[in-house]
């Protein structure tokens, strides 16, 4: 095998091939979609007037365009207090991990483009949800790193909000796995075929997955950490450039991860594309109709900035133990009543 192979074949081996064309590429074009989407929508229905007439022409392109060329070239700016090197990791761990579900998530029922081996596709939500847990972590250690009284006060508001919201992410996301009695994504998928999604067989988890999302990833009304009245940036108050992009980022990454996850437990994923032989009707297309849903998904979450006002962080917490749990362990009991009646 020539050198060129050998590097076509890591390329478009699907852990890798979905890394880095879904993981950098296409996380990168959703987190700008998602970012303008907020802009305009926002500026549309609260009339703000500087989004809302920034570039007309282009739709306001060259705003976003202006933001990424100065969070590029921006200089990076260090604090002699902060402690260096966990300052500087955090944010590229950070995203790093908020990107690496990308690598194990399946997107098809060709087994040719499992991204898992077999043995290892029979837990796949697992280990999808295990992956995305870990992410948080690093913002509380960029708040900590960073020894600010803004950045810790808002890397507490974060671990109180791991606490509260992502148990309730991980138990909504599995109530489907309930119904259907499998870990395997594709088990789950194929379950809900053309017509079963859990969307209409089970509203409550779903509307349970909706919200721990947008609270587990700082969408507004639930962007508390890092509240700019309050706080000035939380977690990242002491960041700048590059590192601040990546901090930033990856709370759009994570997003657009749960989005992924939704469309494929929820809306089921790639149907009504039937995955067949081939790269094309094999991965390409079944590949594609699941990211359109994920978009959706990611661009109904970032609607709420343009009609809720921001929650205080007693009033999150409260939601969460009084409302959300609740609402999660019913659509768990829907799961457990649908998989005894023999839905799926």
Known sequence: MSVLDTVASLIFYPPIWQLLILGFGGALVVAMVAVWFE???????QRRIGPYWASPRLGGL???MADMLRYAFQQVVIPRTVDFWPFIAAPIFGMALSILPF?????????NFWPLPPALMEYSLLVALAITTLPPIFIIVSGWAANNPFTIIGGVREAFIILSYELIAILSLFAPAVAVGSLNIVDIVQAQGLVKWFIVLNPLAFLAAILAV?????????????????????PFTEYSGILYALNMGGAYMRRFVFGLLISLMFLGGWYPIVPGEGFILGYALPSLVVVVKAVVVVLAISFLRAIYGRYRLDQALDMAWRLVLPLTLAGILLALVEAYLGIF
Do not use: C, Y
């Open 103 to 111: 690598a194990v998530t399946p997107l098809t029922s060709n087994p």
């Open 62 to 64: 060259m705003h976003l």
């Open 39 to 45: 802009r305009k929508a926002a500026a549309r229905v």
């Open 214 to 234: 947008a609270m587990s990833t700082s969408a507004f009304p639930f962007e508390i950490p890092e509240s700019e009245p309050e706080v000035v940036a939380g």
